[in-house]
């Protein structure tokens, strides 16, 4: 081979990469940037060593509303934080609904809201300490501290004192203090504030006039889905404080034949879903009827968009479809699966939790998610009801050993806080359900061999106030005619 003279050599021609994460800078390819690792890495077992932090002010501020002058007033802190919630706090927060709430709505608020602003920037400092180590705590952040306090101060006159068209600033912020202490593990502060969150939301935002620059259904999605999860959570006392939906109701809906888009599908679902979920403890029969129709209605649109738009979906998408395919499994699931009576249709229901469990672990996978022992950032704060609450179901429910491990691996192998659903907690306390199953029954080889009267058939969570603590009340119904007693066991869960 002939020999190239030094002065006629070229260098391979690459493409640029000034964006994306620090792999691909190094390997010069095009990232395709999804949070918090990248795709391109993750999908060929490269380690992703994320993302560098710029800290001038994010250039897609610009159009959010000309003149955002409060940026020339932050630190360096502060505008890490800001570029942070903009490229992290914000996809991970949405998840799969509309972002526009928290990358432009709030933005513009912020320019004249100084509460709005410090509460943002506390925010991000938070879930930018979560992402990285798996801990909030503000008291270790003084940063943070210091400005939710002086977000807390610009509010706290309250909004009975506060213009009518300030009403909705006080409900969006309160949203960002619930995350801000869910991020901390403080669940009870939570608790409350979703609480009065709900309360002001009903009586005093959707009757105040004037409000069309904030978008009501998105902030009662919100609203709606704490709400849906605390129902989950058997939180006790919750049950009394529900609020119902007044801005949709699932059952003036119109579905169409055919979703035209799997986010429609998405919307329908939620808003069918959140209704049922938080009035099902007061429907008549006739009411349980007309939302089962709904249900089916809404699985024949469903399918028949899957059909038109065959296998080919984008990976958001594909992962969309899944999460909603979880959702629809474990609707369908019947009373006596999750309370465990009924063991002779263990067969029935263990099928149904595989599938919910072989669904989870690809959305996972999907979602370029990083295992707990990657070296990646892999934890995932979210408002989403994505994984979480099913696969704690599966784990609790599932008499089958198989099944139920492979629920407690996926929980503990990708962390994650969906809203109030931590996967840690909900592998430690469904795994000492099963402790306790298996521990009365024996061995267990298969889903058979627990009896009726050993199976938990539901659990309490009691939170303590100020502490990261909480009391969970494990139960059974016994088995009176062979004078089997019947659990209550109540143990300490700390984090």
Same mark, same amino acid.
């Given at each position: 081979?002939?020999?190239?003279?030094?002065?006629?050599?070229?260098?391979?021609?690459?493409?640029?990469?000034?964006?994306?994460?620090?792999?691909?800078?190094?390997?010069?390819?095009?990232?395709?940037?999804?949070?918090?690792?990248?795709?391109?890495?993750?999908?060929?077992?490269?380690?992703?060593?994320?993302?560098?932090?710029?800290?001038?002010?994010?250039?897609?501020?610009?159009?959010?509303?000309?003149?955002?002058?409060?940026?020339?007033?932050?630190?360096? @802190?502060?505008?890490?934080?800001?570029?942070?919630?903009?490229?992290?706090?914000?996809?991970?927060?949405?998840?799969?609904?509309?972002?526009?709430?928290?990358?432009?709505?709030?933005?513009?608020?912020?320019?004249?809201?100084?509460?709005?602003?410090?509460?943002?920037?506390?925010?991000?400092?938070?879930?930018?300490?979560?992402?990285?180590?798996?801990?909030?705590?503000?008291?270790?952040?003084?940063?943070?501290?210091?400005?939710?306090?002086?977000?807390?101060?610009?509010?706290?006159?309250?909004?009975?004192?506060?213009?009518?068209?300030?009403?909705?600033?006080?409900?969006?912020?309160?949203?960002?203090?619930?995350?801000?202490?869910?991020?901390?593990?403080?669940?009870?502060?939570?608790?409350?504030?979703?609480?009065?969150?709900?309360?002001?939301?009903?009586?005093?935002?959707?009757?105040?006039?004037?409000?069309?620059?904030?978008?009501?259904?998105?902030?009662?999605?919100?609203?709606?889905?704490?709400?849906?999860?605390?129902?989950?959570?058997?939180?006790?006392?919750?049950?009394?404080?529900?609020?119902?939906?007044?801005? @949709?109701?699932?059952?003036?809906?119109?579905?169409?034949?055919?979703?035209?888009?799997?986010?429609?599908?998405?919307?329908?679902?939620?808003?069918?879903?959140?209704?049922?979920?938080?009035?099902?403890?007061?429907?008549?029969?006739?009411?349980?009827?007309?939302?089962?129709?709904?249900?089916?209605?809404?699985?024949?649109?469903?399918?028949?968009?899957?059909?038109?738009?065959?296998?080919?979906?984008?990976?958001?998408?594909?992962?969309?479809?899944?999460?909603?395919?979880?959702?629809?499994?474990?609707?369908?699931?019947?009373?006596?699966?999750?309370?465990?009576?009924?063991?002779?249709?263990?067969?029935?229901?263990?099928?149904?939790?595989?599938?919910?469990?072989?669904?989870?672990?690809?959305?996972?996978?999907?979602?370029?998610?990083?295992?707990?022992?990657?070296?990646?950032?892999?934890?995932?704060?979210?408002?989403?009801?994505?994984?979480?609450?099913?696969?704690?179901?599966?784990?609790?429910?599932?008499?089958?050993?198989?099944?139920?491990?492979?629920?407690?691996?996926?929980?503990?192998?990708?962390?994650?806080?969906?809203?109030?659903?931590?996967?840690?907690?909900?592998?430690?306390?469904?795994?000492?359900?099963?402790?306790?199953?298996?521990?009365?029954?024996?061995?267990?080889?298969?889903?058979?061999?627990?009896?009726?009267?050993?199976?938990?058939?539901?659990?309490?969570?009691?939170?303590?106030?100020?502490?990261?603590?909480?009391?969970?009340?494990?139960?059974?119904?016994?088995?009176p005619a062979t004078d089997s007693p019947a659990i209550s066991l109540s143990e300490v869960l700390e984090w």
């Open positions: 081979m002939p020999r190239v003279n030094p002065a006629d050599r070229k260098r391979v021609r690459r493409p640029k990469t000034r964006t994306g994460c620090k792999t691909c800078k190094i390997r010069r390819i095009k990232c395709d940037e999804a949070k918090p690792s990248c795709r391109r890495c993750t999908s060929t077992g490269r380690k992703c060593d994320g993302y560098d932090v710029s800290l001038e002010p994010p250039s897609s501020l610009v159009g959010v509303r000309k003149g955002l002058y409060w940026t020339d007033s932050l630190s360096s @802190r502060g505008l890490r934080a800001l570029q942070f919630f903009q490229e992290i706090t914000v996809p991970q927060l949405a998840g799969s609904h509309d972002h526009s709430l928290w990358s432009h709505k709030l933005l513009q608020s912020a320019c004249e809201d100084v509460g709005m602003r410090h509460a943002i920037v506390a925010l991000s400092t938070l879930h930018e300490d979560f992402v990285t180590t798996g801990e909030a705590e503000r008291t270790k952040d003084s940063f943070a501290l210091q400005q939710y306090n002086l977000s807390i101060r610009q509010y706290i006159k309250g909004p009975s004192q506060a213009r009518p068209d300030c009403i909705m600033d006080y409900s969006v912020a309160s949203i960002i203090y619930i995350c801000i202490e869910l991020l901390q593990g403080h669940y009870q502060s939570a608790l409350s504030l979703i609480e009065s969150s709900v309360r002001l939301f009903y009586d005093e935002v959707v009757k105040a006039p004037g409000l069309s620059r904030w978008p009501l259904e998105m902030i009662e999605v919100i609203l709606d889905r704490f709400q849906c999860q605390i129902m989950g959570l058997m939180v006790k006392s919750f049950a009394s404080k529900v609020v119902l939906p007044s801005v @949709r109701r699932a059952d003036t809906l119109v579905i169409p034949e055919q979703f035209e888009s799997v986010h429609e599908a998405n919307d329908y679902f939620d808003c069918y879903y959140q209704t049922y979920a938080l009035s099902k403890g007061s429907l008549s029969a006739e009411e349980i009827k007309s939302y089962v129709q709904i249900l089916r209605r809404w699985v024949a649109a469903f399918d028949a968009m899957l059909a038109s738009l065959g296998p080919d979906l984008h990976w958001r998408d594909a992962r969309m479809v899944k999460l909603l395919q979880i959702q629809q499994l474990m609707l369908n699931l019947p009373s006596q699966a999750k309370s465990g009576v009924g063991s002779g249709r263990d067969a029935e229901f263990t099928a149904i939790y595989r599938q919910v469990v072989d669904l989870a672990e690809s959305a996972l996978h999907e979602g370029g998610a990083a295992p707990i022992d990657s070296s990646a950032p892999h934890f995932v704060f979210t408002l989403d009801v994505d994984v979480v609450g099913p696969l704690y179901d599966v784990a609790c429910g599932c008499r089958d050993p198989s099944v139920r491990r492979r629920a407690l691996a996926l929980l503990r192998r990708y962390p994650r806080r969906e809203g109030l659903w931590d996967s840690l907690l909900a592998a430690r306390t469904a795994e000492r359900c099963m402790e306790l199953e298996e521990g009365a029954a024996g061995v267990v080889e298969s889903a058979a061999d627990v009896p009726d009267w050993a199976r938990v058939s539901h659990t309490t969570a009691i939170f303590n106030v100020g502490e990261r603590r909480a009391t969970v009340i494990f139960e059974s119904t016994g088995a």
